[in-house]
T-cell receptor, first 114, second 113 residues
Framework: DGGITQSPKYLFRKEGQNVTLSCEQN?????MYWYRQDPGQGLRLIYY???????QKGDIAEGYSVSREKKESFPLTVTSAQKNPTAFYLC?????????????FGPGTRLTVL | DAKTTQPPSMDCAEGRAANLPCNHS???????VYWYRQIHSQGPQYIIH???NNETNEMASLIITEDRKSSTLILPHATLRDTAVYYC??????????????FGKGTHLIIQP
């Protein structure tokens, strides 16, 4: 089946440790995105990438890093510099060609930093 | 992107039509209205979008006022599985998705049995 996978679904880490969240898509989409969601809030954009080996900061990029070495993969690293890393992280992808750019979302990873 | 205003919560009886309003009074001429929904602890799901004409698909209908300052998402026969947070988003269509979507707090729609 085509879609976006994120793993793991739940992740626990100790404070001060870096952690990498996985995001893979087999939709042949050009663009990929990372969002963060806190309880009762909407999604906020962390990073996005329109093409391999290129990515742009979103609204809340501080304390995060990404890479885009392959079209289908866009991992997010939550570094120890992120002051409040506990959150629900969502990955999405979209076609760049065409007029609508509907975004398809993965199931999310819930990160808890202890 | 233009800002949107939505009621924080709404109730609807199962089997009835759910009408979710959205105000976007600062919308620009090239901006589309998009609707997504998020079922608890899942990723958001695209529902529908439109520019100025009313739109319908298998999930919902979108009614946009003539002045484009507001819109209504209609779920014609709501079921319990439609309980979710519904987000109204305004942004340009072509190339607009490349720099992400701006999500507000949305409307929490609760379908009552």
């Amino acid at each position: 089946d085509g879609g976006i996978t994120q793993s793991p679904k739940y992740l626990f880490r100790k404070e001060g440790q870096n952690v990498t969240l996985s995001c893979e898509q087999n939709l042949n989409h050009d663009a990929m995105y990372w969002y963060r969601q806190d309880p009762g809030q909407g999604l906020r954009l962390i990073y996005y990438s329109q093409i391999v080996n290129d990515f742009q900061k979103g609204d809340i990029a501080e304390g995060y890093s990404v890479s885009r070495e392959k079209k289908e993969s866009f991992p997010l690293t939550v570094t120890s510099a992120q002051k409040n890393p506990t959150a629900f992280y969502l990955c999405a992808s979209s076609m760049l060609a065409g007029a609508y750019n509907e975004q398809f979302f993965g199931p999310g990873t819930r990160l808890t930093v202890l | 992107d233009a800002k949107t205003t939505q009621p924080p919560s709404m109730d609807c009886a199962e089997g009835r039509a759910a009408n979710l309003p959205c105000n976007h009074s600062t919308i620009s001429g090239n901006e589309y209205v998009y609707w997504y929904r998020q079922i608890h602890s899942q990723g958001p799901q695209y529902i529908i979008h439109g520019l100025k004409n009313n739109e319908t698909n298998e999930m919902a209908s979108l009614i946009i006022t003539e002045d484009r300052k507001s819109s209504t998402l209609i779920l014609p026969h709501a079921t319990l599985r439609d309980t979710a947070v519904y987000y109204c988003i305004v942004r340009p269509a072509r190339g607009g998705g490349a720099d992400g979507l701006t999500f507000g707090k949305g409307t929490h729609l609760i379908i009552q049995p």
